[in-house]
Structures are given as structure tokens and as C-alpha cells.
């Protein structure tokens, strides 16, 4: 049987990847798919610790520029991204996983508050770890948060699952002749504005050369495939 190519991995789920065809919320259909797909790689003996967005309830930068205050936008995104990974903790537990939730807020009731080494202990028990509430900062995103954790962590890789099959130069959902990269370098994304992570993302991995892998999370074992090792979707890595 072959053997995952990656140890300890960090995924990246965004929130509008729980929705599925709905228009607000948690698909319970989805997010028991994704959950099944986690077990199958958890299975395998990879540490996998998750980042999720909150973009299937709340957009921060929408609201900031439809007049509310950015921080308080944003503290409302953070408080969106704990629900989905209460969410994602119940859908994996269901399934046997054991689960820990983080956050970066304090919200002792429902979750532990980040802390790095027990993070890692959790991981090395083979536990599956969700980094909730971002960065606990205004203005900072959850791909930020992500990369930050995943480099907190030592993690190998960055998976981020989104609602398309890699990244292209276009839309691919609004231009048919829209054209998709395999391999990109964190600078082709940085100068062309290729929307992979945001810019301050971007930079943190490119100035610790952590690769970023893009995929759409929808295709049934997709998640297993990636760890794997297969080519799927865009891989962003040092040129």
C-alpha cells in the first residue's frame, strides 16, 4: 500500500466550501462528505490540523464597505469561522475522529484557546486540530491564519480546498477560455494578482518556502489524493 507523501499537513477549508449548492449556512450533506474524506487521510496516520473561513455566513469586507466599522466586521467574520469548526468537530466525532477546536478568542465554554505545544501534542496523539477565530486580529484573514498555524505547527504543506479545481489566469466560472497552471511560483502569483491566498499569505510562505496546493474539495477523495502526492489542482512552491 502506498504510503502518504506528507506527515503533518495544514487544510485549508473555506467557509463557501460548506455551503454547497445553498446560498448561506452549513450543508449537512457537504460537510459529512468532507468529514469522510478527513477519516480516510486521519486513517492513514497523517496529522492534519484544519483552518476553516466563515464566508458561508459572514464577509467582513463587504460589511466594512457597506459602512460598518472594520473591526468590528472582521471580529464578526471570527466569530462565523468558530461555528463552522463546532460544525466540522461534530461531523467528524460522529464518524469516530477525535477532534480539538482552537480558537484565538477566548470562548473557554465551547473550545481551548490556541496555544502552540498543545496544539502539537494533539497532533502527535493523532488528533485532528481546527484553528478557529483567524488570527484574533482585525484586518489579518483566514488565509493568513492558516499559513501563520501551519508554520507554528511544522507543517509540510498548506492544502487549500475551495470550490474550483485549481487556479487560473481568468474566472473560470464567468470565461469558458479561462486557462488553469499546474505549478505556479509565489511570485507569479504575487505580480499577476492570482488571488491563490491573499498577498500577506502569499509572503509568509514564499519567505519560508511552505508549498500551497489548491484543489477543489468537492470531488470525492480529492483531500486522500493530495496527501498522496497526486497531481491535483495548482501547487504554489518556489520557482
Known amino acids: 500500500m502506498a504510503k502518504p507523501k506528507y506527515s503533518r499537513v495544514l487544510l485549508k477549508i473555506s467557509g463557501e466550501a460548506l455551503m454547497g449548492e445553498a446560498s448561506y449556512g452549513i450543508d449537512n450533506e457537504v460537510i459529512n462528505s468532507i468529514a469522510d474524506q ?9 496529522e492534519i490540523a484544519i483552518v476553516i473561513g466563515g464566508g458561508n455566513f459572514w464577509r467582513g469586507v463587504p460589511a466594512s464597505a457597506n459602512g460598518m466599522d472594520r473591526t468590528t466586521a472582521d471580529y464578526i467574520g471570527m ?4 461555528m463552522n469548526a ?11 475522529v477525535w477532534t480539538r477546536v482552537q480558537t484565538s478568542i477566548s470562548m473557554q465554554e465551547v473550545a481551548e484557546p490556541f496555544i502552540r505545544r498543545k496544539a502539537v501534542r494533539h497532533l502527535e496523539k493523532k488528533r485532528v486540530v481546527i484553528f478557529a477565530g483567524g488570527t484574533g486580529n ?3 484573514t483566514t488565509d493568513t491564519a492558516a499559513a501563520l498555524r501551519a508554520l507554528e505547527i511544522d507543517a509540510e504543506i498548506i492544502f487549500k480546498a475551495t470550490k474550483v479545481d485549481g487556479v487560473y489566469d481568468k474566472d473560470p466560472l ?9 505549478t505556479l511560483s509565489y511570485l507569479d502569483v504575487l505580480q499577476n494578482n492570482l488571488r491563490v491566498m491573499d498577498s500577506t499569505a502569499t509572503s509568509l510562505c514564499m519567505e519560508n518556502n511552505l508549498p500551497i496546493v489548491v484543489f477543489d ?23
Open 38 to 46: 478527513i477519516k480516510g487521510v486521519a486513517e492513514l496516520g497523517v
Open 138 to 140: 482585525p484586518y489579518f
Open 217 to 239: 474539495i468537492a470531488k470525492p477523495g480529492n483531500i486522500k489524493g493530495v496527501i498522496m502526492g497526486k497531481k491535483i489542482g495548482t501547487i504554489v512552491m518556489k520557482g
Open 86 to 96: 463546532l460544525g466540522l468537530q461534530n461531523a467528524l466525532e460522529k464518524k469516530g
Open 174 to 182: 464567468k470565461d469558458p477560455n479561462a486557462k488553469k497552471y499546474d
Open 79 to 82: 466569530l462565523a469561522t468558530i
